[in-house]
């Protein structure tokens, strides 16, 4: 097959922040067009947005239903391949179901849906269907969150103790929301975004990728959520503090935040075995500090040629040229593209390509979600993730894939 | 009064630690001579570390009752005017009390006691003395959190919501206390130590300077403790994460730990209010990011114009010529020396001086520590701090000094 | 005109670096598509190329003659727009000229041409064919770079005095080019990449930027180059130090190294003026210190809203999610697509969007490598730049745009 | 012999700065003591000044002269051991010359003298009197300086090739010294300061300390100085830029200045070699990256294991209490009152003391500052140091000391 894989994009019309980050990060490898979408439940709204990426018309839908159903009547060398869906987390379920069952494969952003029930579901649809199903849980493409990963299994770090990641931000210090900031508006409705705002906003972005990191899972949490703008009228937690306790034994803390002023997107991850650790923070996404016993720290610096196989597949420039969010976000793209080339062309993915958030960690989200909350409404009470995860392959071990589809 | 203040010290013979950090910081500002000592309970140990300072042979002791009795048998003029405690803990207590009720002044390395009746019953006997008493939780010396103190009082991050505050460190990440490291044996033996290792021995620091700088107290904790070397026969906690929850109703998180591998004495307080936050990390510890809605970050440097008057009084060097952990440990010396001159001259001390911790925080501290081993004990229980804290005087508020002895 | 802008480009085959770049900087925001290339001066080879883009065969060309011709044929609807040149230092003179001459606007890599005679030329050949011309100086893209403009041209700084730039790497400190890297062959041939090494590649970015920022002009330099590396053969210097003077008696010091082992690509600027002053450096692109009298420092980072028009228009992502090299190189390519659209369109191009390198900075690039050559033969003598500089317009000044084409 | 070193301090009454910089560094380590002083030439002052240190009046003198000649009256077992210089420039060599002559080893401030005739004339001096002469180019005393001087004799870098030392403070960016600023005043006073202003007052330090890490001498140098406040009256510059040519052929780049608004101290040195680099600020002093070829860099860190000798005996606190500008200081009075200790009781000096600046230093520094003077009043025209290098022992190598009276 020698063309750009076609996708079809559902919401993320004009005024919409994460479509337009999921558009550049489609065509940032210019393997990936986009042919469609339905941009807006507002007909003429989505057929304008569409204009503006050069669409015709009669691709542009005015819903998700009308736009699965007319591309599926297209010609094989037309369709949409694929379909991204960027709408608020309550149509993610909806919109990911039916295009799955007519036959397209599907890139979803977080989280999967918008409770736990659904993502069950949908990890059924996606089993029976046998179609690909990725979740943007982007922060796991930076190249040194792979790198991180491919170092700990393969065991430089040790057997792992603990777990510190944060995700402070202070957008939301004041009501925001009510000033007509659309991305604050549906973020803190429990009707649009589901039942936790600050954790299930960014909360579950850290703790997934914690668990990419990592290869660990969380058995249980105890969360203690706070709405500090209750009085003026908000309704979903604006701060959560979470300990942490791993399958293995390791214990750790979250904390999350979108009150606390200055924080843009302040993401980081520690993680520390017993023999070294690494220190990495998403605001300066190309250095990681390594560290080991009695030695000086290391700095691990994006595309220098000491990074394992999975770093180097995740990069575009050389060292010192800053690779960012884009980028990272891109690799969810490319991976997912690649992997999508791949069955279309009856061929074996690379392993390295299915390096990406599958259903899996869909499904693992919601649980995480629904736990935090839980506990929280329990006073903090120790409360397990109400799911099952699947071993995932190590990186060298792509004959372990076949159970999960890929690597993530 | 025209000579320096005298003192002596009990511990910190050859081979300590924190015995040669007190000596230096009480030698910085050429105000606080060295006059004698209880070094070791080996006489003749005791008297090899007296000649290191040129002390003579009669005024080194071997132990502290012989000291307290020698010299307050000695003519006033010659007689120490305090004493230094800087043994293991164990003895801090024992030592402290014998010297109050001699008549003697009292610093103390942290924590106050062995454990929290010791300290409550040593609350009771420097009411009962009249003596100064004061504890060396020496971060709170940085002039930068005494400026980040001043803002917060003077209401410029608005009401408190969130604190994070850290403090790890890998240094026992092996057993290093098997190999003969002195620090290493006492610090993780519960006879010496008291109940708690991580916590008794940094976490109290952590609790000590988010009360200090934000004046508020905490209410409740959730503890998480961990001896990640319990099977290689480690007795205390490695390792603790903690929830917290303060008066006001602001939250919080605190993580200590030795086995972080790469961290040395990573203390750092990040504060957020309703108009801005603080960040501040030890290992740097000149510069404070400031914060505030809407407008850049600031970033605060020890030594410049712009700083308030506590965070000047606690300054030596002009800015960009970096004071360190020996100069804040200074800064507590420097405020409880000048207080001891107060009371021997019988002047009112400038309110400034007053800044330095006492048995309030002492109690406070072994409060924090019994919480948070008993809340671990019980699951991370939700559990309360047992003691009542007294209301401290503002910067600004000299007049409130008198129910606590000052402002700390 | 409702369709994306489309370009061919010359040179950028596999194995190239910089070919990539500027294809991912036209993609990101959708609004460019590669349509033709001369790609290899083997016919084969550039049509491989083109197929990993999806080009069909027969717009694969073997040189940029042949390509020029070809399109300068097609119907105006299927055509080329602008023709885009990653080739190696020698051959961007006569594509850029033919190019032009043809009808085409032209995007060049830097330097501009290999000699300050063929620059000169160039531009009398931009006028007069009328056509576009930029050249890549990549690093004025960055949001903060164009925020630093634009507070120095509002007098922000007050009358600048110092510049310091900097461009360390260190990949070029052992023979590399002796090792089949293609990269590093090139830039090591005085045939192929002209007069200098070091300062042409890179020394000639730092003295841009400064240019760019600062609004002003060398006078004269003084230079030190040296070829470290000479024993073992490479005959360009690999390290040089520069004296720099500015028109408006503004000092500064330029220094670039290819041989500063663990640099990598560590372009920094610093500016201080009689108010205040910047630092900015590449490595960290999203955050700018900006100081004044008596001021704390404050922090500047990408996409916040106290940030100015010129760096909101070259934003694409909220604060916190690291915009990096490619986004910065998108921008000087959205410029330039913009300004040929409202040529194409006939409309005036917004300001903002003209705010792209020129043929004017390509002259001045071209005069500070042969002024830097020249001085350093004679040992370091003061050497003025040999042209003559155009006013630019300000921002807020679009009215003077039309003698330079822009504001760049 | 147990007893404190015994010294004198000339200068450095109340409202000076170094001068209780130096008292300080002196006190930190408990053994040495201040007994003396003319510390002001205004006898009531000197005697009020003294007060503040508890020294009794009949040991305050009125001036140099005096104190020297009533200190040399003394028994031996009350007499001071050494002076300390702390006034301006300008006393400095008479001040050395009486003391040194007069039987009294010296520890003066930079620079050495008020020219260079001066110096060279207090080398012959030294000489001839064979007492202890050091001057306090104190940031060769931090203990990660030892390291990188360590580290390169040792050969870990290779051939240096490339030095770039910085040393920009912004404080006198307007006239300060119109205001009553004392430091300001006498330091831009050419009859008191000397030739120079900047490079005198800083300038000399940055290239101190580049000749102490790398072991090598500048052989010449081209020198751009600039008064930017001319016009406002200033006589001496406030800013410089200075070509550097090392005599073993590295290269290297010095600027320095005064009116780099924002900068408060920022002394930084990077050095390149053939094998890797260090590079060091003095804002963070207690770390250092270390680079290599195609390895990660590293972090060393103050006070942890694998730092070497000259580090380690130059450390006070385990890593991560930050040590600073004071304990670097402190580190010149202790390796020089060590020395002295060993002159005193006839036994040879352990060589990791002798790591102090001698007069061949303080030669050195004079060279500079007339050459780069010279160099810039000749339009930066190449100027050579006016002074032969005596070959100094490295750290490893005790029997070269004897040549010149240490390592330094």
Redesign the interface.
Same mark, same amino acid.
């Given at each position: 097959m020698? *063309? !750009?894989i076609r996708y079809g994009m559902i919401g993320g019309g004009r005024g919409a $922040?994460i479509g337009? /980050?999921h558009? @550049?990060a489609a065509? @940032? %490898?210019?393997q990936i067009e +986009?042919v469609c979408g339905a941009f807006s439940s507002d007909p003429q709204r989505s057929k304008d947005s569409g204009?503006d990426? $050069?669409l015709p018309p009669e691709r542009c839908y005015g819903n998700f239903e009308e736009m699965i159903r007319t591309e599926s009547a297209l010609p094989a060398d037309k369709r949409m391949d694929f379909v991204s869906i960027v709408t608020p987390n309550h149509l993610h379920f909806p919109a990911a179901k039916a295009a799955l069952e007519a036959g397209f494969h599907v890139l979803s952003d977080k989280p999967a849906t918008f409770n736990l029930a659904q993502a069950k579901e949908l990890a059924q649809i996606v089993k029976a269907t046998g179609k690909l199903y990725g979740v943007t849980y982007n922060y796991t493409g930076y190249p040194l969150m792979r790198q991180a990963r491919q170092m700990i299994e393969e065991g430089k770090l040790g057997e792992i103790?603990?777990v /510190?990641v =944060?995700y402070?931000?202070?957008w939301l210090?004041?009501m925001l929301e009510n000033t007509g900031q659309k991305q604050a508006a549906w973020r803190v409705d429990p009707a649009i975004c589901g039942a936790a705002g600050c954790m299930g906003d960014i909360g579950t972005h850290a703790i997934n990728l914690a668990e990419y990191v990592t290869g660990l899972h969380i058995k249980e949490l105890?969360a %203690?959520l706070?709405i500090?703008l209750a009085k003026e009228g908000r309704r979903l937690e604006d %701060?959560g503090?979470v +300990?942490?306790?791993f399958t293995n034994g390791a !214990?750790? /803390?979250l904390?999350s935040?979108q &009150?606390? &002023?200055?924080? =843009?997107?302040?993401l980081s991850l520690?993680v520390?075995?017993?023999?070294?650790?690494i =220190?990495w923070s998403? +605001?300066?996404?190309?250095t990681m @500090? /390594?560290?080991? +016993? %009695? !030695?000086? !720290?290391?700095?691990?610096?994006t595309?220098?040629?000491?990074l394992g196989s999975a770093a180097g597949a995740a990069t *575009?420039?050389?060292?010192?040229?800053? =690779?960012?969010?884009?980028?990272g976000f891109a690799n969810i793209y490319r991976n997912f593209a690649n992997h999508v080339r791949a069955v279309i062309n009856g061929t074996q993915p690379n392993p390295l390509d299915m390096d990406y958030p599958t259903i899996e960690e869909g499904v693992a989200g919601m649980a995480f979600i629904e736990a935090v909350v839980a506990s929280s409404a329990a006073?903090?009470a120790?409360t397990p993730l109400d799911y099952t995860p699947t071993p995932r392959a190590k990186y060298g071990d792509a004959s372990l894939n076949s159970d999960r589809g890929g690597l993530s």
């Amino acid at each position: 097959m020698n *063309r !750009k894989i076609r996708y079809g994009m559902i919401g993320g019309g004009r005024g919409a $922040f994460i479509g337009g /980050v999921h558009r @550049i990060a489609a065509s @940032i %490898d210019q393997q990936i067009e +986009l042919v469609c979408g339905a941009f807006s439940s507002d007909p003429q709204r989505s057929k304008d947005s569409g204009a503006d990426f $050069f669409l015709p018309p009669e691709r542009c839908y005015g819903n998700f239903e009308e736009m699965i159903r007319t591309e599926s009547a297209l010609p094989a060398d037309k369709r949409m391949d694929f379909v991204s869906i960027v709408t608020p987390n309550h149509l993610h379920f909806p919109a990911a179901k039916a295009a799955l069952e007519a036959g397209f494969h599907v890139l979803s952003d977080k989280p999967a849906t918008f409770n736990l029930a659904q993502a069950k579901e949908l990890a059924q649809i996606v089993k029976a269907t046998g179609k690909l199903y990725g979740v943007t849980y982007n922060y796991t493409g930076y190249p040194l969150m792979r790198q991180a990963r491919q170092m700990i299994e393969e065991g430089k770090l040790g057997e792992i103790r603990k777990v /510190v990641v =944060e995700y402070p931000q202070g957008w939301l210090a004041t009501m925001l929301e009510n000033t007509g900031q659309k991305q604050a508006a549906w973020r803190v409705d429990p009707a649009i975004c589901g039942a936790a705002g600050c954790m299930g906003d960014i909360g579950t972005h850290a703790i997934n990728l914690a668990e990419y990191v990592t290869g660990l899972h969380i058995k249980e949490l105890a969360a %203690d959520l706070t709405i500090f703008l209750a009085k003026e009228g908000r309704r979903l937690e604006d %701060d959560g503090n979470v +300990l942490l306790r791993f399958t293995n034994g390791a !214990k750790g /803390v979250l904390h999350s935040s979108q &009150i606390s &002023i200055g924080c =843009e997107n302040n993401l980081s991850l520690r993680v520390y075995g017993s023999l070294g650790g690494i =220190e990495w923070s998403q +605001l300066d996404p190309n250095t990681m @500090i /390594v560290t080991s +016993l %009695d !030695k000086p !720290k290391q700095i691990y610096r994006t595309g220098l040629g000491y990074l394992g196989s999975a770093a180097g597949a995740a990069t *575009r420039t050389p060292s010192g040229h800053p =690779e960012g969010y884009l980028e990272g976000f891109a690799n969810i793209y490319r991976n997912f593209a690649n992997h999508v080339r791949a069955v279309i062309n009856g061929t074996q993915p690379n392993p390295l390509d299915m390096d990406y958030p599958t259903i899996e960690e869909g499904v693992a989200g919601m649980a995480f979600i629904e736990a935090v909350v839980a506990s929280s409404a329990a006073n903090a009470a120790w409360t397990p993730l109400d799911y099952t995860p699947t071993p995932r392959a190590k990186y060298g071990d792509a004959s372990l894939n076949s159970d999960r589809g890929g690597l993530s």
